[in-house]
């Protein structure tokens, strides 16, 4: 299964100097690791981070991600920000937009903060959820319901919703949806697309799985974004026979497929980090390997405790005023929380 027993196999030690293009250092007697008898290098968790918008620049720059999509990475008010761009089209063309080549456009996502502590790892795994949420905000738009019987239709899924106003409206809370199943998913439209109901089968007295599919419009004015979605079931779990319940999971199984199609093709130096061809069980082993290190020296423990305790400690923030940092205190004076860095006093 794994390669931890071949002693004879041939290994390489990590040359140092590639740590600089990211911003990153082994601290002083840093203990190293030979994982799969294969390569042998300083694990992350023992590297301390320096990092200027170049070499921030450098780590987006190893990152393969969906075209369409653009990493940007920015200095705000000294500090490192990275942020999504996205290609496409208007997700809400005027009544009389009729030239669609016309609506080419770009967007962009929230601006992620990148902490002066932030490793190369963590900076991948950012830029991969920043990509995954930028996608999201689009799919969310995508998604239309008719919403009475003139045919007006609207997004109810979009970001952009007041949750302040909505929060004061009666009529948006829970109220009961009279659709049958076939009713609810007539409404429903994705990116222009009807969505078909192909079947319901009950798996046991509470969950029934809805199968739908989208239908394949020859005659797009524009390009189908979400290419995952064609020619494919899409079975959606739902745990109740509550239409506003299936109309809420649509959406979610669709963000989930959007997700999986970002992580089968998200790349960082060729190495596809989320894929779910990679093993667990390996990951695991390598995990082991990495984050436990064999030795470690007298002479390296005070150089992590004293790293540990700056990265850590930087991250505490203070107690709020007013109301909210009345919450705050009472939840870390009911959990008696007696470790970890608290809250510093009030700003």
């Known amino acids: 299964m794994t390669e931890r027993n071949n002693q004879n196999r041939a290994h390489v030690e990590v040359n140092a100097d590639y740590l600089d293009v990211y911003g990153e250092r082994a601290l002083p007697f840093a203990p190293k690791v030979l994982v799969f008898n294969e390569l042998e290098a300083v694990p992350q968790q023992f590297l301390i981070v320096s990092r200027s918008l170049s070499q921030l620049v450098e780590i987006l720059a190893r990152i393969k991600v969906l075209d369409g999509y653009i990493l940007f990475a920015s200095k705000v008010d000294n500090a490192l920000t990275l942020q999504v761009g996205i290609i496409g089209y ?21 601006r992620w903060l990148i902490e002066d502590s932030t490793p190369t790892s963590e900076v991948i795994q950012t830029a991969f959820l920043a990509v995954q949420k930028a996608r999201e905000h689009e799919l969310r738009e995508k998604l239309s319901i008719e919403f009475d019987q003139e045919g007006h239709r609207a997004t109810p899924f979009n970001s952009h919703q007041d949750t302040p106003l909505m929060a004061r409206v009666s009529s948006v809370a829970a109220s009961p949806n009279l659709d049958t199943i076939e009713q609810a998913i007539s409404r429903v439209t994705f990116d222009g697309r009807t969505v078909n109901l192909v ?7 509470s969950a029934m799985v809805v199968c739908l599919r989208l239908e ?4 797009s004015a524009y390009p189908f974004a979400f290419t995952e979605l064609n020619d494919r079931d899409i079975n959606i779990i739902c745990y109740q026979e509550n239409i506003n319940a299936l109309l809420h999971e649509l959406v979610e199984h669709l963000i989930m497929l959007s997700n999986r199609f970002i992580a089968e093709n998200f790349r960082f130096e060729g190495f596809n980090r989320f894929s779910h061809k990679l093993n667990p069980i390996a990951i695991a082993e390598f995990s082991f390997d990495t984050r436990r290190p064999l030795s470690v020296s007298r002479d390296f423990a005070p150089y992590f405790s004293s790293m540990s305790y700056h990265v850590d400690s ?34």
Not at 90 to 107: F, G, H, L, W
Request: charged share 25%; glycine share 8%.
């Open 216 to 219: 394949l419009e020859k005659k």
């Open 314 to 347: 930087g991250k505490a923030p203070a107690y709020n005023s007013g109301h909210l940092g009345q919450q705050q205190l009472q939840q870390i004076e009911r959990y008696d929380v007696k470790q970890g860095f608290l809250p510093t006093s009030e700003v």
């Open 199 to 205: 079947s319901v089968k009950s798996i046991s007295e």
């Open 90 to 110: 208007e997700n809400y063309p005027a009544a009389n937009d009729c030239n669609p080549s016309q609506r080419t456009k770009i967007v962009y996502g929230r």
